[in-house]
């Protein structure tokens, strides 16, 4: 099974606050991704990176960072959390002519 | 990315073979078949991929028609815990860009 993680796996936080969702994985990928996807809904790609200082953003727009420093992972920063950004948060890694796998996800709920 | 087209929901008898149909009619020649499952919102979880021969793995078979327009994902003796979206996705084997998920298949297993 695939090595990457995410925490936190839950997070409840106040409007306003700063956030960042971690996303590490031990597999020396290259490509590493974030999705976001509300409760029943489809998964939308929001960041993706092909290695170290590479960030892109992808089909949904969000309101959120990353940052690729190094490798292995791969944060995502909310600088002022609203409840807009209410949702789950899913990581995943992989190296060309392989399938991506995923972390667990991050649940977001901001009040 | 080709279009894949998923029945929204199917149900099935535990104990007995998932047959899970993906129309991608509009697939390229470099492009895969490759098919996720999700369960309870976690991350989706990598079941099997291929090109145009049938695969098999520990999980499920992947029946590929000559043409390539269709697919089939074989879960030989469903249980319970295969309750689950399914998701058939067609993306290039070594592109830069990351698979993009649909609205999936919901499978219910049945006791």
Redesign the interface.
Known sequence: EADIYQTPRYLVIGTGKKITLECSQTMGHDKMYWYQQDPGMELHLIHYSYGVNSTEKGDLSSESTVSRIRTEHFPLTLESARPSHTSQYLCASSVPGQPAFFGQGTRLTVV | DAKTTQPTSMDCAEGRAANLPCNHSTISGNEYV?WYRQIH??????II?GLKNNETNEMASLIITEDRKSSTLILPHATLRDTAVYYCIVAP??G?R??????GTRLQVQP
Do not use: D, K, W
């Open positions: 490759y919102s976690q991350g989706p979880q990598y991929h084997y070594t830069r990351a698979l993009t998920f649909g609205s």
